[in-house]
């Protein structure tokens, strides 16, 4: 079956980075569109970025765009977020979703981040 | 951008009512209009797409409509099983953004 495991959160100090990893399994990651998405708890869904099957094409929010990188690697079907000078407002879980085109078939469980001092 | 907007923030029904959330999009946005239903403590699952395509599973007392800017998410007979928040998300073009949600509970 389908499944998505985040990994990569945690703690980290405003201004320090993160990588998130998603694993990808049970479905043809190559050609899937994946996003992040995240969610302050109790709060509202907040896409984030997403990247096509080939990479060519990536979009991000506003919020996060010059700060965070989605990258992926078919071979290895994962997904990556690598996220820069962080801030107290990007503490959320971030969930790994994607599907073959568009809208999100797949979730992950998510990963909790956390920016404090 | 695209702005999504949701009304109402929440609403409290009894078993049985017919429910109807509306998505509202800051500019037209065709059909490319998607509903995910999070239950409490549970990751987002998506239950429509194309404005009105069930996914497949999902009871048939949900139904979606709407195109343009417009959009309705429909609950025909309200069961226990359906208190979650629901969201709309617009995947037109540029950012894939999501409604602010609406709270579905048992009155």
């Known amino acids: 079956q389908v499944q998505l495991v985040e990994s990569g959160g945690g703690l980290v100090k405003p201004g320090g980075s993160l990588r998130l990893s998603c694993a990808a399994s049970g479905f043809t990651f190559t050609g899937s569109y994946m996003s992040w998405v995240r969610q302050v708890p109790g709060k509202g869904l907040e896409w984030i970025s997403y990247?096509?099957?080939?990479?060519?094409?990536?979009s991000y929010a506003d919020s996060v765009k010059g700060r965070f990188t989605i990258s992926r690697d078919n071979a290895k079907s994962s997904l990556y977020l690598q996220m820069n000078n962080l801030r107290a407002d990007d503490t959320a879980v971030y969930y790994c979703a994607g599907g073959l085109g568009w809208p999100l078939d797949y979730w992950g469980q998510g990963t909790l981040v956390t920016v404090s001092s | 951008d695209i702005q999504m907007t949701q009304s109402p923030s929440s609403l409290s029904a009894s078993v049985g009512d017919r429910v109807t959330i509306t998505c509202r999009a800051s500019?037209?946005?065709?059909?490319?209009l998607a509903w995910y239903q999070q239950k409490p403590g549970k990751v987002p699952k998506l239950l429509i797409y194309g404005a009105s395509t069930l996914q497949p599973r999902v009871p048939s007392r949900f139904s979606g409509s709407g195109s343009g800017t417009d959009f309705t998410l429909t609950i025909s007979i309200l069961q226990p099983d359906d208190v979650a928040t629901y969201f709309c998300?617009?995947?037109?073009?540029?950012?894939?953004?999501f409604g602010q949600g609406t709270k579905v509970e048992i009155k």
């Open positions: 500019q037209a946005i065709d059909n490319y």
């Open positions: 990247i096509t099957g080939s990479g060519r094409t990536i």
């Open positions: 998300q617009t995947y037109n073009s540029g950012p894939r953004t």
